[in-house]
């Protein structure tokens, strides 16, 4: 069934009083799992990317048998206020506070003390939640003085256990019943500890040294900062053991409560900075390190859907697939360099980058029997829409100050969405010094001149720099349909958009009851 938006209000008020009128039960609803890719660019899959350097096998299955967003982004060009956007449903300027991804004891966290997340609400539906993998929101730290401690590598010695946890901003305190995390990136930035429901069982004492770290091809080690770490720590094989961490969550819960539903989150590492993929998957793509470095997170996912499938549950699970920003810049370019492959899909920019390489990604929906199966999907969206969706999909009507940023989905996953009808009038993101970018159907503003991000003069940047045609603007206006490389600046040849976009950006980006989501949304189940 094809609905249109004068037939989805009405569509949309039958299914909510049908909801009151004929509650589910918490056993009713589906299982929700999160696979969040890290630094995983548009064109890193080979169901996106025809030119692939690799075959990503499990997660172009997962695209056949499901959706696949060809129009998806992040809400920010990094991954600390992407990630406050999955658990929020917004973006980042809604805290009042700068783009920043955290290190070391670096904090508190994005999410505010009774701001709405989706496990919240997910919970309150009779889900039981878990996170396992990368946090990066932010966490308080103390001293032994009681003093919350900044970021920063030479802190995390200052760090007292005792004061400090059952951490007051963790993912205990924000909806989640387990967790295993690290604070920040699990390999790439100290603090590198285990978190396990809001404890630390082993505190940071060792000095790291990347030169302990194997090193594929002499330069893949890249951006492993030395920093404090506990004894034991695992840098090669963190997401095997984000992958069995999630793996023993969903085991145990339907061993013990096979009529509750669950939503898990796979935070994965892959493919931040270092590479390091697992031994058994050394060597296994054509690809090169990061190439197996994908290729394990492929079979991951496969792994996770055969398990699923042995529990019985597939039909009723629903697994969402989807990244926090574009791709890494020495990845980016060593991947063009050394195998002819674009991690960035042919968009122009990387992480860090307004351009559409920083923030347009993956994002591909599986839920067989209900998700039509080999959808390519051209809907605007955001991963920040997961949220509404999830509210939709488990009749859970939304606040209006909640997931403000947060646009429901769910017609488009079901197939009852016509391609030619948005559900999205506008969206925006955020580069890595936070400013904005603004889509209106094929028409893009960025409120900056400039990448937004990336330093495009420095000597291994300068063969992507492109000649600006209007040097003298104060921003970049582009209409995406013909130019979808941002090449031509239409800031004062269309002016009048421009104007309207300026002040659409203004009205959303208010201090003030900024939102850029509708409100009075109603559940479509």
């Given at each position: 069934?094809?609905?249109?938006?004068?037939?989805?209000?009405?569509?949309?008020?039958?299914?909510?009083?049908?909801?009151?009128?004929?509650?589910?039960?918490?056993?009713?609803?589906?299982?929700?799992?999160?696979?969040?890719?890290?630094?995983?660019?548009?064109?890193?899959?080979?169901?996106?990317?025809?030119?692939?350097?690799?075959?990503?096998?499990?997660?172009?299955?997962?695209?056949?048998?499901?959706?696949?967003?060809?129009?998806?982004?992040?809400?920010?060009?990094?991954?600390?206020?992407?990630?406050?956007?999955?658990?929020?449903?917004?973006?980042?300027?809604?805290?009042?506070?700068?783009?920043?991804?955290?290190?070391?004891?670096?904090?508190?966290?994005?999410?505010?003390?009774?701001?709405?997340?989706?496990?919240?609400?997910?919970?309150?539906?009779?889900?039981?939640?878990?996170?396992?993998?990368?946090?990066?929101?932010?966490?308080?730290?103390?001293?032994?003085?009681?003093?919350i401690l900044g970021g920063g590598f030479k802190n995390s010695l200052l760090i007292d256990y005792a004061k400090s946890t059952p951490l007051v901003d963790g993912p205990n305190a924000r909806g989640f019943d387990e967790s295993f995390i690290t604070p920040n990136c699990p390999t790439t930035d100290p603090l590198y500890v285990y978190i396990e429901n809001g404890l630390v069982p082993v505190p940071a004492s060792m000095r790291h040294k990347r030169d302990n770290l194997p090193n594929p091809s002499g330069k893949w080690r890249w951006d492993n900062d030395e920093g404090w770490m506990s004894p034991g720590y695992d840098f090669v094989n963190a997401d095997i053991l984000f992958y069995n961490k999630t793996v023993d969550f969903i085991r145990k819960h339907r061993r013990n409560t096979p009529?509750?539903?669950?939503?898990?989150?796979?935070?994965?590492?892959?493919?931040?900075?270092?590479?390091?993929?697992?031994?058994?998957?050394?060597?296994?793509?054509?690809?090169?390190?990061?190439?197996?470095?994908?290729?394990?997170?492929?079979?991951?996912?496969?792994?996770?859907?055969?398990?699923?499938?042995?529990?019985?549950?597939?039909?009723?699970?629903?697994?969402?697939?989807?990244?926090?920003?574009?791709?890494?810049?020495?990845?980016?370019?060593?991947?063009?360099?050394?195998?002819?492959?674009?991690a960035a899909g042919n968009w122009r920019g990387m992480?860090?980058?307004?351009?559409?390489?920083?923030?347009?990604?993956?994002?591909?929906?599986?839920?067989?029997?209900?998700?039509?199966?080999?959808?390519?999907?051209?809907?605007?969206?955001?991963?920040?829409?997961i949220f509404a969706t999830l509210a939709s999909l488990t009749g859970y009507a939304l606040p209006e100050e909640a997931a403000v940023d947060s646009f429901d989905m769910l017609p488009v996953l079901l197939g009852q969405q016509n391609e030619a009808d948005p559900i999205r009038p506008h969206m925006l993101t955020q580069s890595f010094r936070g400013e904005f970018q603004l889509r209106q159907g094929n028409w893009k503003y960025l409120a900056h001149v400039g990448s937004g991000g990336n330093k495009y003069?420095?000597?291994?940047?300068?063969?992507?720099?492109?000649?600006?045609?209007?040097?003298?603007?104060?921003?970049q206006l582009y209409n995406l349909a013909d130019d979808p490389g941002e090449t031509n600046n239409l800031f004062f040849t269309s002016g009048k958009k421009r104007e309207e976009m300026e002040k659409l950006l203004k009205e959303l980006t208010a201090k003030e009851n900024g939102r850029s989501a509708p409100t009075n949304r109603k559940p479509l189940r």
């Amino acid at each position: 069934m094809i609905i249109n938006n004068s037939q989805g209000s009405a569509l949309l008020y039958s299914l909510a009083l049908g909801l009151l009128l004929h509650p589910a039960s918490a056993q009713e609803l589906p299982n929700v799992v999160i696979v969040y890719a890290d630094d995983m660019g548009f064109g890193d899959l080979s169901c996106y990317n025809p030119d692939c350097a690799y075959q990503t096998p499990n997660l172009d299955r997962m695209a056949q048998e499901g959706m696949r967003f060809t129009d998806a982004h992040s809400p920010c060009t990094i991954c600390s206020p992407s990630r406050y956007g999955l658990y929020s449903g917004q973006l980042v300027c809604r805290t009042g506070r700068g783009t920043r991804a955290f290190e070391g004891p670096g904090g508190p966290s994005y999410i505010k003390p009774g701001e709405l997340t989706v496990a919240d609400m997910l919970k309150s539906k009779g889900y039981h939640t878990g996170v396992f993998g990368k946090w990066h929101v932010g966490l308080t730290w103390r001293d032994n003085q009681n003093k919350i401690l900044g970021g920063g590598f030479k802190n995390s010695l200052l760090i007292d256990y005792a004061k400090s946890t059952p951490l007051v901003d963790g993912p205990n305190a924000r909806g989640f019943d387990e967790s295993f995390i690290t604070p920040n990136c699990p390999t790439t930035d100290p603090l590198y500890v285990y978190i396990e429901n809001g404890l630390v069982p082993v505190p940071a004492s060792m000095r790291h040294k990347r030169d302990n770290l194997p090193n594929p091809s002499g330069k893949w080690r890249w951006d492993n900062d030395e920093g404090w770490m506990s004894p034991g720590y695992d840098f090669v094989n963190a997401d095997i053991l984000f992958y069995n961490k999630t793996v023993d969550f969903i085991r145990k819960h339907r061993r013990n409560t096979p009529d509750k539903p669950f939503f898990a989150v796979l935070s994965t590492q892959i493919c931040h900075a270092p590479v390091l993929p697992a031994e058994e998957f050394n060597g296994k793509s054509k690809g090169g390190p990061r190439g197996d470095f994908v290729h394990e997170l492929d079979v991951l996912v496969g792994r996770l859907l055969a398990e699923l499938k042995k529990l019985n549950i597939d039909d009723n699970t629903i697994v969402l697939f989807n990244t926090d920003n574009g791709p890494e810049t020495m990845h980016t370019i060593w991947m063009r360099e050394d195998h002819r492959h674009d991690a960035a899909g042919n968009w122009r920019g990387m992480k860090r980058d307004g351009w559409e390489g920083g923030h347009r990604v993956p994002f591909i929906a599986r839920w067989p029997g209900n998700i039509p199966a080999g959808r390519v999907s051209k809907q605007l969206t955001n991963t920040t829409d997961i949220f509404a969706t999830l509210a939709s999909l488990t009749g859970y009507a939304l606040p209006e100050e909640a997931a403000v940023d947060s646009f429901d989905m769910l017609p488009v996953l079901l197939g009852q969405q016509n391609e030619a009808d948005p559900i999205r009038p506008h969206m925006l993101t955020q580069s890595f010094r936070g400013e904005f970018q603004l889509r209106q159907g094929n028409w893009k503003y960025l409120a900056h001149v400039g990448s937004g991000g990336n330093k495009y003069d420095r000597e291994n940047m300068k063969k992507f720099a492109l000649p600006e045609k209007e040097p003298t603007a104060e921003g970049q206006l582009y209409n995406l349909a013909d130019d979808p490389g941002e090449t031509n600046n239409l800031f004062f040849t269309s002016g009048k958009k421009r104007e309207e976009m300026e002040k659409l950006l203004k009205e959303l980006t208010a201090k003030e009851n900024g939102r850029s989501a509708p409100t009075n949304r109603k559940p479509l189940r």
